[in-house]
């Protein structure tokens, strides 16, 4: 808890609550997203023809926004992919999340899933703008993980940020169940997150909200993962020296989302496949 609390209230894990700590916070944020875009080769066989790009939340609705999300770009190509960051409040945005966050909200996680779907041919388009949240999601805490095994997160904190992220993605499990099966009070889950997590407050009380209004969508994003995962292993195990990793996410990513069990079923039958040439 100690530690928490130094990576939750040093100052020198957060950029000036300014105008140019806001636009050093951004340009970083590119600099991330710009860096894993020469990597893709060595993890996909696809990429996506819409690009991303970098924005501030807008003041409007900064205050209730969530700390980084992502917005798909137009289908006829017109606009790109948008990965935003709220920098409402600098206090909440410490800069060793800065990659996971990156990765999941942008590149390889819902940019490279959302738009890829979008440019899918022949498939009807609920498949192309459908919405599975343990796939989506799931995608998106993997895609965090993954460049571990890149040699990416090489500063040590930064690596922390991934870990810290996927602990509250952990958490969720624990409060959403706590609030919706065990008759938890909204004060009991803040109080969770803050005792279990070096997250800002803030980020506790925005996200006992989304639990209360939306019962059980957080919990998805570790659930998906672990699904991943657990598919990755079993084909890496079945397919031994034939396992190719970027073959791998092509499949998780070339149908679109799925739910869980039909992606499954499209492992099992990629794996048979691959073993049968």
Not at 215 to 240: D, F, H, N
Not at 248 to 268: A, M, R, Y
Request: proline share 5%.
């Amino acid at each position: 808890k100690e530690f928490f609390a130094f990576m939750r209230d040093d100052k020198q894990f957060y950029y000036p609550d300014t105008d140019a700590g806001k636009a050093e916070y951004l340009a970083q944020a590119k600099s991330i997203i710009d860096n894993m875009k020469t990597r893709l080769d060595e993890v996909f066989t696809i990429q996506p023809k819409a690009d991303l790009v970098v924005k501030k939340v807008e003041a409007f609705r900064e205050k209730s926004a969530g700390k980084a999300f992502y917005d798909q770009p137009a289908p006829d190509g017109s606009r790109p992919g948008t990965y935003y960051a709220n920098l409402y409040k600098m206090d909440a945005m410490p800069k060793y999340q800065m990659e996971a966050l990156a990765y999941h909200e942008g590149i390889p996680g819902h940019h490279m899933q959302i738009a890829i779907a979008q440019e899918l041919q022949g498939i009807p388009k609920f498949r192309k703008f459908g919405g599975y949240t343990a796939y989506i999601e799931g995608w998106g805490l993997y895609s965090e993980y993954f460049p571990k095994e890149m040699g990416l997160y090489a500063d040590p904190y930064s690596d922390f940020g991934r870990l810290s992220m996927e602990l509250w993605r952990a958490c969720r499990l624990v409060v959403d169940t706590g609030i919706h099966a065990k008759k938890w009070t909204r004060e009991q889950g803040i109080a969770y997150y803050v005792e279990n997590t070096p997250n800002a407050e803030s980020d506790a009380i925005k996200m006992v909200e989304r639990h209360i209004v939306m019962p059980s969508q957080a919990t998805a994003y570790k659930v998906g993962m672990i699904k991943i995962l657990q598919l990755r292993e079993q084909a890496k195990k079945e397919l031994g020296s034939k396992f190719d990793i970027r073959e791998f996410h092509t499949l998780i990513l070339k149908n679109g989302p799925l739910p869980l069990d039909i992606l499954e079923e499209q492992v099992n039958k990629w794996i048979k496949q691959v073993n049968s040439l």
